[in-house]
């Protein structure tokens, strides 16, 4: 595998279920993020990860957690959503200090 | 705060034709600009980037030049084909680790 893997790449849920998106990088980076993107809005960044320590979280609701085990993962733990969380969640790495993002092909998430 | 405007789309093109896609930014200080692409299904990828002033960055036939005077980053390419049939995103960096994008520019090619 090389570059940005995510899995699933589509995902149904029920508003009551819990479900995890998963990321893996295979690049050496050192920083992860999520994305959120939906129809017509812009790129919206969710939380940033930098040496597996969260370093913003731009006011994401609490129905979305994140977890960065180790450098290469990175997860997004989801629960109790609402329908207009349904989007493509795209997670992305860096090396810190680079400017370069590198995209995973995203999961295409929608909640019933 | 920082930002970036992208032309709206759609932009319908037949094949060969000339393609511009307008790019202007607001920032403090100097960022890094770049055009990521999003082919149909997939995640984003990096097209072209330039870090400073006057810098070119091309990649696949596509071109875009840093003009600072203009705060501008406009993306042109000579002759479309149909597989550049995309949504294209400008977006800039001035910290290093967060991007900030433009809305995505969808352009058509048609045969």
């Known amino acids: 595998e090389t570059g940005v893997t995510q899995t699933p790449r589509h995902l149904v849920m029920g508003m009551t279920n819990k479900k995890s998106l998963k990321c893996e990088q295979h690049l050496g980076h050192n920083a992860m993020y999520w994305y959120k993107q939906s129809a017509k809005k812009p790129l919206e960044l969710m939380f940033v990860?930098?040496?597996?320590?969260?370093?913003e979280n731009n006011s994401v609701p609490s129905r979305f957690s994140p977890e960065c085990p180790n450098s290469s993962h990175l997860f997004l733990h989801l629960h109790t959503l609402q329908p207009e969380d349904s989007a493509l969640y795209l997670c992305?790495?860096?090396?810190?200090?680079?400017?370069?993002?590198?995209f995973g092909p995203g999961t295409r998430l929608l909640v019933l | 705060g920082n930002s970036v405007t992208q032309m709206e789309g759609p932009v319908t093109l037949s094949e060969e034709a000339f393609l511009t896609i307008n790019c202007t930014y607001t920032a403090t200080g100097y960022p890094s600009l770049f055009w990521y692409v999003q082919y149909p299904g997939e995640g984003l990828q990096l097209l072209l980037k330039a870090t400073k002033a006057d810098d070119k960055g091309s990649n696949k036939g596509f071109e875009a030049t840093y003009r600072k005077e203009t705060t501008s980053f406009h993306l042109e390419k000579g002759s479309v084909q149909v597989s550049d049939s995309a949504v294209y995103f400008c977006a800039l960096s001035d910290d290093g680790n967060k991007l900030v994008f433009g809305a995505g520019t969808i352009l058509r090619v048609k045969s």
């Open positions: 990860y930098s040496l597996e320590e969260r370093v």
């Open positions: 992305a790495s860096s090396q810190l200090g680079g400017e370069t993002q590198y």
